[in-house]
């Protein structure tokens, strides 16, 4: 099992860890609910160095990237940053990712830990015929995420970059705390708001230690995978291998806004039919009624309890204490406030269709 440049880090805090993708990962320190709302009122770090990253030069860069993946690539540059996937020969999704432009020649992306060697391979097998060169810097990096409503204040103490000039899916090079060229953006994966910190892994300790020293007053916690997946689900983002896999079309998860047809891309006949001719089955928000909390894998009834779709993310809300879930269903059954029924081992429990996100940061 691989560690991080953290590890140590988060063993010395108490942190439960497990494995997860390959990795000894932090799943909680004090535990999730207390992780998920400091993020959402505060501040908290991640420590995601597990996610893969992959750069791509060359000539034909641009028009290798523009066929791999869903998203228009050419509208992107530099200091941009861009939420795509790569499409799979069977009408599916190998993986989402983000691409990150230095320039039309040099492009750096982020993917799942669970599929960086699958989507390694598979990046590879479409560049035989591109002037590209591709190379796989995922045990190199390490990264960490800030997130929270005050990480920018929390922050800024650390560079002299003024970091409201790195607005929402942007990116730029800074000197952080001493360390020069650490790559800072603002994607973000809970709906809070917040920053990513991009380095080698041998500065990514002190990194570490800066950023809590400099969050302490402004209330920074440490925050496990646990909160992460809970404050993601909370705001509608996909998780690849539940709301989106080999099987699943952008466009039956409602990613429609990342599959542009402008130019070609691997299966885009598929994606562009089903777009115009609609899909047997979409990706919906699911609010529970009765008391329960929804689960992976659960079945979908209609009210004549007829099977008509599964659960694939759920969980209680920690901000919200409502009970919520990701599943899809018949598009016949995809409105807002359609009443369902979610199968629970032999409960049939009352819910609804519900519009996404289920939290919205309030600004």
């Known amino acids: 099992m691989k560690s991080t ?10 942190a439960k860890m497990v494995p997860f993708a390959g990795f000894n990962m932090p799943v909680y320190y004090e535990g999730i609910k207390i992780e998920h709302n400091t993020v ?30 869903s998203n228009d690539v050419s509208a992107l540059h530099t200091g941009k940053i861009q939420y795509t996937c790569f499409p799979n ?17 040099s492009y750096f992306l982020v993917v799942n830990a669970s599929n960086i060697e699958k989507d390694w391979d598979w990046i590879n097998k479409l560049a035989k015929n591109y002037d590209v060169e591709l190379e796989n810097i995922s045990d190199q990096i390490a ?13 800024q103490g650390l560079t002299d970059v003024p970091l409201d000039d790195i607005p929402y899916y942007t990116f730029t090079s800074v000197h952080f705390s001493g360390i020069p060229d650490v790559l800072i953006s603002a994607t973000g994966y809970t709906g809070s708001g917040g920053f990513e910190l ?14 809590l020293e400099a ?14 997946d809970t404050l993601r689900l909370e705001v509608g ?27 070609d891309f691997m299966m885009k ?57 990701l599943g899809y269903v018949l598009k016949a059954f995809s409105k807002a406030d359609t009443e369902l029924i979610v199968q629970s081992r032999n409960k049939l429990l009352q819910a609804k269709v519900v519009k996404l996100p289920f939290y919205k940061k309030i600004t």
């Open 89 to 105: 020969d069977q009408g599916g999704i190998v993986d989402d990712l983000l691409v990150y432009c230095h320039d039309k020649n």
């Open 5 to 14: 440049a953290l590890t140590d880090k988060h063993i010395a805090l108490g």
């Open 215 to 228: 969050g302490a007053p402004f209330g920074i916690k440490p925050i496990g995978l646990g909160a992460r």
């Open 269 to 325: 006949d598929y994606h562009l039919k089903l777009k115009e001719e609609g899909v047997t089955k979409k990706l919906v928000g699911i609010e529970l009624i009765d008391k329960g909390i929804p689960r992976q894998h659960m079945i979908i009834l209609n009210r004549d309890e007829e099977i008509i779709g599964e659960i694939t993310s759920g969980t209680q809300s920690p901000y919200t204490g409502r009970n919520i879930a």
């Open 237 to 263: 983002f996909c998780l690849y291998g539940n709301d989106i896999d080999d099987t699943t079309s952008p466009i039956e998860a409602g990613l429609g806004w990342i599959t542009k047809f402008n130019k």
């Open 143 to 155: 990264q960490v995420a800030v997130q929270g409503p005050k990480a920018l204040k929390a922050l």
């Open 198 to 211: 991009y380095c080698q892994n041998e500065y990514m300790p002190e990194i570490w230690d800066k950023v």
């Open 40 to 69: 959402r009122d505060h501040l908290g770090i991640f420590d995601v160095s597990h996610m893969g990253e992959f750069t791509v030069t060359g000539n034909d860069a641009l028009n290798f990237l523009q066929y791999v993946t």
